[in-house]
């Protein structure tokens, strides 16, 4: 049985964060939309008002090699505000290396999350899940995860930053 | 002349935040949803790592009741989120605006039917116009503009602050505002996207960080 452990992220993990990231966004065929550098995940992520933080999956290497623990899966999650309620933990992205899979990692990671919604007074966890994904969406909802989507018909809308400038500098409308 | 005044919270406008927030509340029927108090709202805006910002809209034409300047009369609470493929946006999460400071096309209408204004409608072979023998504009209570006010003013702080985005949800029965946010370039992901957002409230939160194995 593989051996992994979960920990918060540090700067030295920013390389195999962006790497995971573009994992993730290739699995969706979308690699090539992934702006981001190194960077940029360094100064948002560790710097004095953390934008984002991460949780890293990593196992042992191979016992004959020299190297040390490789990191196989994260979780990125912040916090945003309900008006009613308060804080929440949003989980961002959540991708487990897929020959990692089914030993639990998941399961983990999830856990931790909600350790750090408790520790940080939340009183809820949201993230969004493309509604083709069924294997996830089961995932989720044997934990006790509700489709807002589906049962309050929320909509999740987005204005670009072409248009943020035409409205900033704006012309009416 | 100017109608209303925008500016950005300050610690004294958390009744006045939280008031709006139940009124808003109200408007969807779930005014006993909101549990959050002015000392959360306190705490969690105005300490050392904010957890939201807001916009306030003021009347200065009114002063409020509790000698606190002039009546606040809208509010836009937002904050700032991560995206992994193109880094920081900015989250609009609560818009409102009092119903007596918005335009109301209903106004008209009931203005109209109460006093027996007859409008002399003109038809044309190719599209029905209608012709008065006044502006309309001079007729239709009008809005002050502050909803767009507020969205320009948050385009500018997410331009101002590297955002590369602003997200939104709204509720899909909601046409009034859809129509409003479309006009303005807005996207929708729901649709084009198929994203489906997800909640995990504190009691499967609970469960799963003590719980059993699945």
């Not at chain 1, 804080?87 to 639990?104: P, S």
């Not at chain 2, 409003?180 to 994203?195: I, V």
């Amino acid at each position: 049985m593989t051996d992994f452990k979960i920990r918060k992220a540090e700067p030295k993990d920013v390389p195999d964060i962006l790497r995971l990231i573009k994992e993730l966004a290739k699995y969706e065929g979308m690699e090539n939309q992934v702006k981001l550098t190194e960077e940029d995940l360094l100064e948002d992520g560790f710097g004095d008002n953390p934008l984002y933080h991460c949780v890293m999956a990593e196992v042992p290497s191979e016992p004959q090699s020299n190297n040390g623990p490789v990191v196989i899966g994260f979780a990125m999650y912040y916090f945003t505000y309900d008006p009613w309620i308060g804080k929440l933990l949003y989980l961002e992205d959540f991708f487990v290396m897929e020959e990692y899979r089914e030993i639990g990692i998941g399961s983990e990671i999830l856990k931790l999350l909600s350790d750090m919604a408790f520790e940080t007074r939340c009183n809820s966890m949201h993230f969004v899940v493309a509604k083709d994904n069924q294997e996830s969406i089961e995932f989720y909802k044997r934990r006790g995860a509700a489709d807002i989507t589906l049962d309050e018909g929320w909509r999740l809308f987005k204005i670009n930053r072409s248009s943020l400038f035409k409205m900033s500098s704006g012309s009416k409308e | 002349m100017d109608r209303f005044k925008l500016r950005k919270a300050e610690p004294k406008d958390v009744p006045d935040i939280l008031r709006l927030i139940k009124e808003l509340a109200k408007y969807e029927d779930m005014e006993d949803q909101v549990i959050l108090t002015e000392k959360d709202l306190l705490e969690d805006g105005f300490g050392d790592h904010p957890f939201y910002h807001c916009l306030v809209a003021e009347d200065p034409s009114e002063q409020s009741n509790n000698n606190n300047g002039p009546v606040v009369i809208g509010f836009a609470m937002y904050y700032f989120t991560y995206d992994p493929w193109i880094g920081k946006l900015l989250y609009l999460e609560d818009f409102f605006v009092m119903k007596e400071y918005r335009g109301n096309y209903k106004h008209f209408l009931s203005f109209c039917l109460s006093s027996s204004l007859t409008l002399p409608i003109t038809i044309n072979s190719h599209r029905l116009s209608i012709f008065t023998a006044f502006p309309l504009s001079s007729l239709f209570p009008p809005g002050f503009g502050i909803g767009s006010e507020i969205l320009k003013l948050l385009s500018h702080t997410a331009v101002k602050s590297r955002c590369s985005s602003m997200h939104f949800i709204v509720a899909e029965g909601n046409q009034a505002s859809i129509e409003f946010y479309k006009r303005r370039g807005a996207a929708d992901l729901s649709l084009e996207e198929g994203w489906r957002l997800f909640k995990i409230d504190k009691s499967s939160l609970l469960k799963m960080s003590s719980g059993p194995e699945e």
